[in-house]
Structures are given as C-alpha cells and as structure tokens.
C-alpha cells in the first residue's frame, strides 16, 4: 500500500478527504503503512564551519567579548542588546575567554527587550539567594553540581520513523498577545501526558508568555504523580530565556529535566559556557537555532539536543521551510527538534519525513484544549481535543487526515493503531 505521508504533502488549501461518510463500512482489512526508515541525512556541516559562519557576511553578534570589541552599528537596539549582553557575562564574572566571537547575526529586537528584563530577575534571584546564605537550594546546587540522568535526550530520541512530542504550556506569546487562557496547567500536562506525549514544555517567562515559576513547579509534580504508572511521567523543560547559570539551578531545583539555550540571544561561546553548566547541574539542554551561523554555533559548542525554530523572531513569520532547509546540517546522533507552527498532523507527519526526532508544539494544543467555557479544572472536551491532536502526530500509518478539529478527534484511533504496529482489522 503507497504512503500519504511521504512527499510530495497535499497543500494546506487542498480539501482532504478525512473521514468516509457515517455509516460508510469500513474496508475490510488494511496494514499500516510501513514507512521506510529515513534515509541517511547527509552531513552538510562543511559549509557550516565557524569561520564560514563569518565569512556569510551577517550582522554582528554582541554577545560576550564581543560587546566591548563590538563596532558601532545604526541598531537603536544594540545599544540595548550590549547592556543586556554586558550585564548577563559580569553576571557571573564569567565571559567568553578570548578567541573572536564570529558572527551568529544582530539579536532579534523581541529579543533585546526580554533579554533586559531577564538581566534585571537574575540580578534579583542572585541577591535572594544571596541573603538566604549558603544553604539556599540554588547555592548548594551551584556549588556542588548534580550526576546528569539524561532522562531529556532519552525521551527525545526516537528511531526514524518515530515522533516524540513535546507539549507546550504557552498562555500567550508577544507576536500573538493571548492564545490562551489556560487556568489550570498542570491538568493540561496530564492530558498532555496521557495522549502519550513524551515531553511537557513550560514557559516561565510572565510578561512575554504569561508563565510562571509556579506553572513549571505544578507540572513538574503533576508528572511526578505519574511514576511507577503507565504511561509514566512526561520529562519538564523550563522555556525560559536563560543568560545564566543561577536559572538553571532555579530550574533544576523545580524540578525541571531540561532548559533552552537560545543561540541568537546568546552567541556561539556563552551557549558553550551554559551547555556546559546546564549539564553540570545535572541537566539536558535544547540548543535552539534558526539559520545556519546558529546551527553551526550550535554544533561547534557539542548541542546534543538541537531545535529547529520555525519561527523568525524578526518578522515572526512561522515556515516549515527553515526545518527542511536546516535539517541536513543537524550532525547524526543529535537529537532534531522541529519547533514552532505545527498545526496539524500533516505538519507533524511532514518534519518527521525530513528526519526530525521530536516537535515542539504549543498554539495549536492549547487553543485545541481551550476550556474558556468551563472552569478548567473540570472535564472539558477541550482536553479531549488536545490528546486527539497529540495522537494525530503520534500516528505513523494514517491515510486519512484532515482539518485539525476532525483529525484530533479521530487521530486517537490512529494513535492507536501505531502503538500496536502492524495489525488488520
Ligand atoms: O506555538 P507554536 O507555534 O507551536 O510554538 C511553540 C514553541 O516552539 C515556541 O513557543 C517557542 C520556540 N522557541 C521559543 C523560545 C522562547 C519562547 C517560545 C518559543
């Protein structure tokens, strides 16, 4: 039986057949489709060198040593960006050490202005901290380090042909304002959980995402609920803007499996500097890129996780385009996670054909799950909505799809079926 799952996609405005009409029998015997194993991905890293990187003529990066070397440019925001660079390195007395910091691009003007923010709550987390004394959690953490359970990267790593989904817990967004008035995020985590999601992704961020350290703290126990259960707890990642080492340690004393290292706002060696702290604390870390200078940034400091954003956070246009065209340049054995602007299944079902291990999802799950009509703490078929969307992305055999309130609905059965491999009926 031929594959529609594998290119060329039907386009989005294409009607899709998804469902026979009610009442219609169902065929009396079908297999799932047994989609080849991905074939090898080229490593197209050679053209992504760091030298190279400079050499593509971009924009300045300001980051680390680079911010007192930085020439001058007509940017209102750099001026901005290199306060926020500036104050993340003294931070911790750290910086990167010597070498020149090749270009990885300006830092996207969303950015500039969260980065500043962030400056000023590690300041203010560091002073509490501080006054606390050396028994602070935070302190201990930092000072002793903690043995890495890897149990992040291990649930993210799929064999090809497989998805792992992570489901975000996202409020609202600075492109987008509100998405979603989500009152209750650790019971959206369990249903999260439940559709067989393998990761639950939670914004702290409060002005930009409407998150919180008390959203993370709630899903982490939430999951944790889940131990010695089938299917067991989903792993956490913090989704925050992380410039350094003391939110790591917030993170990990939550409770958090994993946190993102975003390569635009931090450049090539202070992503090193924090990988390296990240694992230290006993972490994983999702390196997040969106062009090729970051994706090779990404690779040179040793990423093992690496995500695809889909979204240009200078014009935050959303395209599968930048997944496709990077995914050769994700080295083997890295974990590849396609983020931002899936919708449906076949966006899902599209990136999984290009190589990619794992999806980052969040619009589309919690505006499926919206409870706006309920108190969110109770049934709502919201919910339902979500874990059907989850099993769509999960499902590897399907022939029939469709819009994303059809195909959620029925992508359960779908799911289904992929978890029992190949069966007729
Ligand atoms: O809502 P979407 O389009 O499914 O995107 C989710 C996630 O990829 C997006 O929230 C995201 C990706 N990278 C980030 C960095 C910070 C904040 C948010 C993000």
Redesign the pocket.
Known sequence: MSCRTTPPYPSRSTPLLCLPPPGTPLPSSFSLCPCPAAPPLPLGMAAFVPGAAAALGRGTFLGSSAVAAAPPTPRASVAATRRAAALTMEADGSGAEGGAQYAVGDIPDVLVSILERKADEVAALKAEVAAAGDAHPIAVLLASGAPRSKAFVSALRKPPGCLAVIG?I?RR?PSKGLISDIKDPALLSRHYNEAGAAAISV?TDGPG?GGSMADLEAVVKEQARKKGQYPGPSVVLR?E?IIDPVQIAEAAVAGANAV?L?VAALGEARTGELLAETHRLGLDAIV?VHDEPELAAAVAVGAEIIGV?N?DLRTFE?SLETAERLRAGIPEGVVAVA????EECLDAWRVRDMGYSAI?????LVKAADNSKTDGHSYSAGYNNAKGLIKAFLAKGSVKYGPSTTAAFFGKGEGAKESLGEMTV
Not at 339 to 342: K, L, N, V
Request: glycine share 10%; aromatic share 10%; hydrophobic share 45%.
């Open positions: 975000e996202k967004s914004l995402f989704k803007f993102l975003i997040e954003n979204r959303v983020e931002s602007g899936i980052l999802v969040g619009e589309a």
